[in-house]
């Protein structure tokens, strides 16, 4: 059951590839808006979808992570990366439609890029956040950086593809 926990938490051995796992991580959310968006799914769809998935990756975080630090010893192992799914679920909330497929690879670009400037730099209270126990630690600097990374689409959806 701890294994299984572990493979969870990273979102099904992402977290375990040596280079960067944390944005290997965050990609699951970025495929995941592109192909709801292509497949045309209304965007109350997949704002929903996206909540979906931001609620569910919270809860195993939060829920399975005390697994992996107990294995690596280390309050945040860098295998745990369903934070980042969570974290990365959270840019594309409430995306509105775009008018073209090269509006969409724009958006989900800076929405992913967004949010890795925000998940590495930290800003306040990101690091602050981090302060909390285990799983709760390992996720609410992501779920912050996320937010950040929202506002950043949003500004960017609305006055340069919307505009």
Same mark, same amino acid.
């Given at each position: 059951?701890? !294994?299984?926990?572990?493979?969870?938490?990273?979102?099904?051995?992402?977290? &375990?590839?040596?280079?960067?796992?944390?944005?290997?991580?965050? *990609?699951?959310?970025?495929?995941?808006? *592109?192909?709801?968006?292509?497949?045309?799914?209304?965007? &109350?769809?997949?704002?929903?979808?996206?909540?979906? %998935? %931001? %609620?569910?990756?919270?809860?195993?975080?939060?829920?399975?992570?005390?697994?992996?630090?107990?294995?690596?010893?280390?309050?945040?192992?860098?295998?745990?990366?369903?934070?980042?799914?969570?974290?990365?679920?959270?840019?594309?909330?409430? #995306?509105?439609?775009?008018?073209?497929?090269?509006?969409?690879? #724009?958006?989900?670009?800076?929405? +992913?890029?967004?949010?890795?400037? +925000? !998940?590495?730099?930290?800003?306040?209270?990101?690091?602050?956040?981090?302060?909390?126990?285990?799983? &709760?630690?390992?996720?609410?600097?992501?779920?912050?950086?996320?937010?950040?990374?929202?506002?950043?689409?949003?500004?960017?959806?609305?006055?340069?593809?919307?505009?």
């Amino acid at each position: 059951m701890k !294994d299984f926990r572990r493979l969870l938490t990273s979102c099904f051995g992402l977290g &375990w590839l040596p280079i960067a796992p944390g944005t290997w991580g965050s *990609l699951p959310p970025v495929v995941f808006f *592109l192909l709801l968006s292509v497949l045309k799914m209304p965007t &109350w769809g997949i704002t929903i979808a996206m909540a979906i %998935v %931001v %609620v569910l990756a919270s809860w195993g975080c939060v829920a399975f992570a005390a697994s992996a630090i107990a294995v690596c010893g280390k309050k945040d192992p860098g295998e745990v990366v369903l934070d980042e799914v969570a974290g990365q679920a959270v840019v594309f909330l409430a #995306i509105p439609a775009l008018p073209s497929v090269g509006a969409l690879w #724009i958006a989900t670009a800076v929405g +992913f890029l967004a949010f890795r400037f +925000f !998940d590495i730099f930290k800003f306040w209270p990101c690091k602050r956040l981090e302060q909390f126990p285990t799983g &709760w630690g390992i996720l609410l600097d992501d779920l912050m950086a996320g937010l950040y990374a929202l506002l950043v689409i949003q500004l960017a959806v609305r006055v340069y593809l919307l505009g």
